[in-house]
């Protein structure tokens, strides 16, 4: 067998090699994007880390600051679909032979913009070298009500399925990083166009929903691969299927223009990732309140679809199937 065929994507990476490592109960056994740790009396310790590497998860000549925005937000999204409040975090950043002080200077500002954003506060990390592209890792720590840290796998089917602001943004913020002359085929005016590019740079994590979603959230996660794909995950997680309703998806002004100048970009809006909105799974009995709660916190909130019986994630149309090239994003 090659070294190609015997690869695992990124899922069977974690099974095979670390989820026997994750012995802990709050470790979920790697099937969700945050641990918890008890701590005895009062909040449960809520845990997060992701890496953004140059080339991959950020253009190499984005701004610092921005990049700096981006390490920080997407952990807090994680936080906030965990139902927690940040309480600090930590910094690793792999920095390349030929890397400048005035780049550190505008990834410093990013960080304290965000710190007096968000309430929260460095708490260290590391600094090392690499002969490689830069890579920043963000571990963040946050506190949640004791048991009421919603998981991927709490959802049963009946439950319906709410997402958090606007969905396909970022997606198609980056396929205009890639191809300018999109912004002339999509018919996009000059704000829709940088609205799309700072969704992509800079997403909004939901911090403000965070005590909603601890109340009333069975299932949640934050939307980092895809709609459809993330939701395949917490349908999998909650053993149970899901119908998503593709007209429902909420889509701003510029990402429904841009579908519709160009249909086949309705696939990139659902399964190509960087949304960081929340995935949310709440009881029918519960969603006039949930609804009511979400716009008192500020935060839109649109139903989408539900949890069903069965397996598997059947995405819909004005009630027909709907026929998708790609079901999520993969760094692998």
């Known amino acids: 067998m090659s070294r190609a065929e015997g690869r695992l994507d990124e899922a069977g990476l974690i099974a095979r090699f ?8 709050g470790a979920a056994l790697l ?15 809520v845990v997060t880390t992701d890496a953004l590497v140059a080339g991959v998860h950020f253009f190499p000549d984005d701004p610092a600051d921005a990049v700096a925005r981006k390490a920080l937000r997407v952990n807090l999204s994680d936080l906030a679909a965990k139902g927690a409040r940040p309480a600090g975090y930590l910094v690793t950043l792999a920095l390349p032979e030929d890397w400048e002080t005035d780049w550190l200077d505008g990834f410093a500002e990013g ?28 571990t963040a720590l946050g506190f949640a009500q004791e048991g009421r840290t919603p998981r991927r796998g709490g959802g049963a089917p009946g439950q319906r399925l ?30 829709e166009r940088e609205h799309l590019l700072d969704r992509y740079l800079i997403p909004e994590p939901r911090l403000a929903l965070a005590g909603v979603v601890a109340a009333y959230a069975a299932a949640s996660m934050d939307l980092s691969d895809g709609l459809v794909g993330d939701l395949e995950k917490l349908a999998e997680a909650s053993r ?36 960081y909105e929340l995935l949310l ?14 716009r008192a916190a500020g935060v839109p909130v649109v139903d989408v679809g539900a949890l069903v019986e ?13 026929a998708l090239e790609t079901r999520s994003f993969s760094h692998f």
């Not at 099937?31 to 310790?45: C, E, F, H, K």
């Not at 997402?163 to 396909?168: E, F, L």
């Not at 069965?310 to 709907?322: C, D, Q």
Request: glycine share 10%; with cysteine.
């Open 111 to 138: 960080l304290a913009a965000d710190q007096e954003e968000f309430v929260v506060s460095l708490l260290g990390g590391d600094t090392v070298r690499t002969p490689g592209p830069l890579m920043i890792s963000v």
């Open 162 to 191: 709410y997402v958090t602001g606007t969905i396909g943004d970022a997606a198609l913020g980056l396929r205009l990083r890639q191809d300018e002359r999109l912004a002339l085929k999509w018919d996009l005016r000059r704000d």
């Open 310 to 322: 069965g397996a598997g994630v059947e995405v819909e149309s004005n009630g027909r199937p709907l």
């Open 31 to 45: 099937s969700d994007d945050a641990a918890t740790i008890p701590t005895g009396d009062g909040p449960d310790l």
């Open 240 to 275: 149970c299927g899901a119908i998503l309703e593709a007209d429902r998806v909420p889509l701003s002004r510029a990402a429904a223009r841009a579908i519709r100048a160009d249909p086949s970009s309705l696939t990139d809006a659902l399964t190509g990732g960087d949304d």
């Open 18 to 25: 670390f989820r026997p490592l994750a012995a802990a109960p």
């Open 281 to 294: 799974a709440i009881h029918p009995d519960d969603v006039d309140a949930f609804e009511q709660e979400a």
